[in-house]
């Protein structure tokens, strides 16, 4: 049996989101990766290093089996590592390449959400508390 390396949690109400992880999902043929989708009302951060709705709808988040937590490119460096693909990003790990990078995902993690045409991450948040009140 093999070892989850690491748990990526995603929203799978995004079609980008979900594009992503069907690739990653096709290319992780030692099934090394978990994915958890954070939008399923079964999402329950105790069981994610109690990484909130919130938090995981922000921006993307996963989790090492060590434990760690790993936000934003370094998620998809750890995850296209994983599936033998490391050096689509490892440019990212160069410092200015790396900063720039980092900006881009910002800017891309804040804009996700109308540009795939959802409601805000407070509108989100607001109908989760209300399903799980």
């Not at 949690?9 to 995004?14: I, P, R, V, W």
Request: hydrophobic share 40%; aromatic share 12%; with cysteine.
């Amino acid at each position: 049996m093999t070892e989850i390396k690491l748990t990526l949690l995603f929203d799978g109400a995004c079609p980008l989101c979900q594009r992503e992880v069907s690739f990653l999902r096709s290319r992780d043929i030692l099934s090394r990766i978990a994915f958890v989708d954070i939008d399923s009302p079964s999402y329950d951060p105790e069981l994610y290093n109690k990484i909130s709705y919130r938090d995981a709808m922000g921006r993307i988040h996963a989790i090492t089996a060590s434990g760690e937590v790993l936000k934003g490119i370094r998620v998809f460096q750890e995850a296209y590592q994983l599936i033998g693909l490391g050096w689509v990003y490892a440019p990212t790990r160069w410092p200015v390449i790396g900063v720039l990078a980092d900006f881009f995902y910002q800017a891309w993690a804040q804009w996700r959400l109308p540009f795939t045409r959802r409601p805000s991450l407070d509108q989100l948040c607001k109908s989760r508390a209300q399903v799980h009140d």
